[in-house]
């Protein structure tokens, strides 16, 4: 019997659904070419400016030390206001929507336009099974048992500001009451709730995907180790356990937040009011450039080592031993300090 080897593809999404592109026509820049040009984290997670990209041409990367030389900006003016602002994309850990939400902020920096920083359409479809679990107690807090077809997150809140029942409004009045609010402010806390979760079911989304390429990668891995010649090398052999380490390692802390925001939602849920719910955004909000920045950090090396290997014979020892050395453990530091940098994880109460 013949069995198809597995082939793994790399995580690819739109520019706006992104861990690791920036499009820069959302950042109000002087020069028109950046604005047709991405920022993106490459193998080493540099960020390097993207001025095309192309199957046939391959990706035209800059760093953004160079860009001066490259558009004839005069330093005896001072430093250029894009270079500035640049510098300070370069140094972000994430570029998904929810960290660049936080991060842009901290830093001063505008978007064009107010409403930028979202989600494609298509990605908000692809995370609905993922916001089932939130929209599920939302919803039998105002509609109990009601049979009521939910597509996606846009669809509770338009029951909500349009119910039809009137048992909806009795219980639509009660949730107001709870939450210590009006009736006209329970539309913006049902914003405010699915946006939060909205980034929690992104996030979980790109954790799912990553998956399977950290147990080919953590595979690979352990096959070099067993290799008579390659274990020879003490360097390679030190790398590859440090790597496992920390990959692993990174790995639980992301899954232990996911179920810490899970038990803080549910007793949210045991007993609900305004200020629990401020705490739970709170809790996730604290998180999201850590998460966003961990899993940007993975994303970017796994889908490197799966553009290289996509099938289990792909390369061979010596080929794979190569690229981790020269590739692979260059920024993987970088990776673990924005886990251990964040704060110590909370509990609702």
Known sequence: MIVEERKLTPIEDSDMDSLFVLPLHLIPLETPALSRARMIKNTRLRSVVEMFEDSSTGSGQVEVNDLPRLFGWDPDKGIHPDLAVLRKLAG????????????????????????????????????TSYMTKFT??????????????????????????????????????????????SMLEVPKFLEDYGDI????????????????????????????????????????VKSIIMMESTINELSSAITGRFENFDRSTKQMWDEISAQRFQKVKQLIENYHTT?????????????AWIRLFPKETSGGPVKRAEFIMSEMRQGLENIRHIEDSAPMLAQLS
């Open 197 to 236: 979760f909205l980034s929690l079911s992104y996030y979980r989304n790109c954790l799912d995907r990553l998956a399977p390429l950290l147990e080919t990668f953590i595979s690979a891995m352990y096959e070099i180790r067993g290799n008579y010649q390659l274990r020879q090398d003490p360097n390679l």
């Open 136 to 181: 599920y107690p939302l919803i039998m807090q105002i509609y109990g048992d009601e049979n009521l077809v939910i597509n996606d997150f846009d669809d509770v809140i338009k029951l909500f500001r349009d119910p039809d029942l009137r048992k909806a409004k009795q219980r639509l009045q009660q949730m107001a009451d709870k939450l210590g609010i």
């Open 291 to 303: 998460i966003g920045g961990v899993l940007c950090g993975l994303t970017v090396k796994m889908n």
């Open 92 to 127: 972000l850990e994430s570029y998904d929507v929810f960290s660049l939400r936080i991060l842009l902020r901290e830093h001063g920096i505008a978007v064009s336009q107010q409403d930028a920083l979202k989600l494609s359409d298509e990605k908000n479809k692809e995370l």
